[in-house]
């Protein structure tokens, strides 16, 4: 029999995050919950499933406090072997109109809280010489959507460290991965009691708002949403343990979750290519003489496909 996977998942409240969990401990593994005041929130998570295990964890706490957290962590278990950063948190607002407290707040929820679980996991990670990140990005860090700006500016951010940290810590062994979804129905766009966000009160945006999300633009509220929230654990699970579809194949950095992530990212890509092509005489222009070549040390350290 193979030994069970120790999994911690944060933002394990609600949405994905306690999907996620559900869903590893019925498959078998064991699963530390964390989130925040959890222990109280959720406190009969576990009689559901005794593989289940639950932790209090704000991920803006300070990183001294965060180390803590994880330090109680490992002791469940003696390990962790995959840890799942899934808390995070969107608002809209135009970016003009994005008060400072709250553009702090997003990034310290989807970002820097982010950065700092993996910094207090790494090193125990490293001491095992195994494990894997895993960070749940968004197609829309690829794309730009007026008015969930700062969500975007915050998932771009995420995609970037997942990456460098691939590229950082897979000669020890360990692993990073970026799953990168669309819409699924979840409580991320429920408005809160924070006064965060919402429609534009600058009039001059309202009209751009409304074409964009107002009865203007002609969409149902259903294609917002077309991955269905019960399937994406069991795709996750998959591509980190090598299983189902992702049987015999070699985990990747980045994985795009739901149609409308990946048709806005293919179309992003083919854009970005032409765009490339129709302005390389002004690319160019700006190198020095018999500079042409790009090294090979360059494109081999960056490259985001597994190293052969
Ligand atoms: N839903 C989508 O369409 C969609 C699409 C792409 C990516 N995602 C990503 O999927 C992940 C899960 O979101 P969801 O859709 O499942 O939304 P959700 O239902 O709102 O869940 C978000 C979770 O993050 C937690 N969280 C927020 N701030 C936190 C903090 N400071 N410390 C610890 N936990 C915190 C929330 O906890 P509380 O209960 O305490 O608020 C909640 O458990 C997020 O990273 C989101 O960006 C979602």
């Known amino acids: 029999m193979t030994q069970q996977l120790v999994w ?40 559901e499933n005794p593989n289940i295990y639950l932790l209090d964890l704000d991920v803006v706490s300070p990183l001294e406090d965060i180390k803590s957290v994880i330090a109680s962590a490992v002791a469940i278990h003696g390990r962790i072997d995959v840890l799942i950063n899934n808390a995070g948190m969107s608002r809209m607002s ?3 109109e994005g008060s400072e407290e709250f553009v702090k707040t997003i990034f310290d929820v989807n970002l820097f809280g982010s950065i700092k679980v993996a910094q207090a996991v790494l090193p125990h990670m490293r001491s095992r010489k195994t494990g894997t990140v895993a960070f749940i990005g968004a197609g829309l860090g690829w794309i730009a959507m007026p008015f969930l700006s700062h969500y975007s500016l915050t998932k771009a951010s995420l995609t970037m460290f997942a990456e460098a940290l ?21 409580d991320l766009a429920t408005p809160r009691n924070d006064g965060f966000g919402g429609p534009p009160k600058i009039e001059d945006y309202q009209p751009v708002f409304g074409s964009v999300f107002g009865a203007a633009s002609g969409i149902p ?9 019960a399937k994406i654990p069991d795709a996750i699970i998959d591509v980190i343990k090598g299983e189902g579809l992702a049987k ?3 985990m990747p950095l980045r994985v795009v979750l739901g149609p409308d ?34 090294s090979r040390w360059l494109l081999d350290n960056v490259s985001i496909l597994p190293k052969s």
Do not use: Y
């Open 8 to 47: 911690l998942v944060t933002g394990s409240t609600g949405g994905s995050g306690l999907a996620l969990v559900r869903t590893i401990s019925a498959r078998g593994d064991l699963v530390i919950a964390t989130g925040r005041n959890i222990s109280s929130r959720l406190s009969s998570l576990p009689s």
């Open 94 to 96: 135009s970016l003009e």
């Open 166 to 186: 691939q590229h950082e810590i897979s000669p020890l062994g360990l692993r990073s991965i970026i799953f990168e979804p669309g819409g699924f129905d979840s």
């Open 221 to 229: 509220k259903s294609a917002m949403a077309p991955s269905d929230i």
């Open 248 to 250: 015999g194949r070699t």
């Open 261 to 294: 992530s990946m048709d806005g990212i293919r179309q992003k890509c083919k854009e970005q290519l032409e765009l490339l092509d129709e302005w390389e005489d002004v690319t160019l222009s700006v190198m020095k003489e018999g500079h042409r070549e790009t």
